[in-house]
């Protein structure tokens, strides 16, 4: 009897743990829905094409907040010293737009070129990565004769 009585219990226990973690579960679903989402309005990768050394390339990759907290840019990386981002510093507020300018200086660099651009925010996933790609011809040798 003590062993049929223990056996319901435990039975019990079980039942109630596993209602306990679908709740869990459920909780994280809609808390996952309603963070900020970092969405672009273009793409993640723009091709500036062929352009001459020493031109400055800069480009808007425009975005949006599809959540529904306000979106916080916490930090903006480029994969070189070439390349400077600019971002907006305040929340960006749920369904609002934004941008974000990056700039890529060619001077002393030529060939085929990939710059990734790296944004910190405050949604799941943490970062996202932006491209600037293209090639460089290298400027002209200066004219020795003159």
């Known amino acids: 009897m003590k062993r049929l009585s223990l056996g319901i ?6 039942v109630f743990s596993n209602c306990s973690k ?10 996952d829905s309603k963070m900020p989402v970092f969405a672009l309005i273009d793409s993640a990768s723009f091709d500036f ?5 020493g031109a400055v ?6 975005f949006r907040n599809d959540g529904e907290y ?15 981002p600019e971002w907006p510093k305040d929340p960006i507020g749920p369904k609002q737009t934004s941008s974000i300018k990056v700039r890529f200086d060619t001077k ?5 070129q990939v710059k ?8 799941e996933p943490a970062y996202s990565e932006l ?8 400027a002209p040798a200066p004219d020795a004769t003159k």
């Open 9 to 14: 219990l435990l039975g019990i226990a079980v």
């Open 22 to 31: 679908g709740d869990k579960k459920e909780e994280s679903k809609q808390a």
């Open 49 to 53: 094409g062929s352009i001459q050394e």
């Open 57 to 62: 390339v800069e480009h808007d990759f425009k």
């Open 70 to 84: 306000p979106l916080i840019l916490n930090n903006i990386t480029s994969s070189c010293g070439c390349t400077t």
């Open 108 to 112: 002393n660099k030529t060939g085929p």
């Open 116 to 123: 990734t651009i790296t944004v910190y925010a405050n949604t």
């Open 131 to 138: 491209r600037l790609k293209g090639i460089v011809n290298a």
